[in-house]
């Protein structure tokens, strides 16, 4: 695997070191990170972006120092983090499944197959923050369950569908990506990756209880991921929406109902407030 001749995905301005930077930590040891996305099971070792020296340095500054004793404390089974424990944990999952879902990401297994995300239709400043000391974008969330299988097998109970957006001259795709952290002997936990800006997401299973939002969430709150119970299957898919088309400056203004499990959509009107057409994915 190189990158020679590939710019930094994260500053855009600097070449990337031959073999560019790992996605997880060089701390985290490679039997304890398994990964899937969606309905691909595929694991997701030794995973590497193009990075800079500078930006990798960066990442580590930022983020990795933090959240190692954090990381640790979850795999010898310690599942109630302190808020400032809890914050580093979190902001190091943001980082980590923002640079695995990254389309320029590579394995060293050439055989893999892993969803990850298209940046065709996001906005470039959606990575840039990483090395920046920026807070992270609006419209990012990040939702935990624990599972004690790492199998998927049939549908989920509930399906999510994420629209693409036409607003005011930029058309932005939500999407989503999903991976396993295990836990060792207190299972797994099947973290979700989201990006939805402008539009808020009711997760069915925060409601009931079964899921944890670790982004955004309330840094000065203890994080307790031994209360979820352990699910025995993945409950919630993400798919593929449409393209809804916003009449000029109403997606910000317009108030809607959260995407949930009872979301569909309709090609024919009465549309959602502020849209005027609504075309099939890809369109």
Do not use: N
């Amino acid at each position: 695997m190189s990158f020679a001749g590939i710019d930094c995905v994260l500053c855009g301005q600097r070449p990337s070191l031959p073999r560019g930077d790992r996605t997880q930590s060089l701390w985290v040891m490679d039997e304890d990170f398994v990964g899937a996305s969606l309905t691909v099971s595929d694991p997701l070792l030794d995973t590497r972006v193009p990075a800079c020296l500078r930006c990798s340095t960066a990442l580590s500054d930022r983020f990795e120092r933090a959240a190692r004793p954090a990381v640790e404390d979850l795999w010898q089974g310690q599942l109630r983090l302190r808020p400032p424990e809890a914050r580093a944990f979190v902001m190091w999952v943001l980082k980590t499944w923002m640079l695995t879902a990254h389309p320029a990401a590579r394995r060293s297994d050439p055989g893999s197959s892993v969803v990850r995300f298209d940046l065709s239709e996001v906005p470039d400043e959606i990575y840039g923050w990483l090395a920046e000391a920026k807070p992270p974008p609006p419209g990012l969330s990040v939702w935990a369950t624990r599972r004690a299988s790492t199998t998927v097998d049939g549908d989920a109970r509930y399906r999510i569908p994420l629209p693409t957006i036409t607003a005011d001259g930029r058309t932005t795709r939500f999407q989503a990506f999903a991976s396993r952290l295990d836990l060792q002997d207190t299972g797994g936990l099947d973290v979700e990756l989201v990006y939805h800006p402008g539009w808020k997401i009711e997760h069915p299973l925060e409601r009931d209880g079964r899921a944890a939002r670790l982004w955004p969430r309330d840094g000065r709150r203890v994080l307790d991921i031994g209360a979820l119970p352990l699910l025995e299957s993945r409950e919630l898919s993400w798919a593929r929406g449409p393209r809804l088309v916003f009449a000029p400056t109403t997606y910000r203004r317009h108030a809607r109902e959260p995407l949930s499990a009872a979301t569909s959509f309709s090609f024919f009107p009465p549309f959602p407030p502020g849209v005027t057409a609504v075309f099939a994915p890809g369109e």
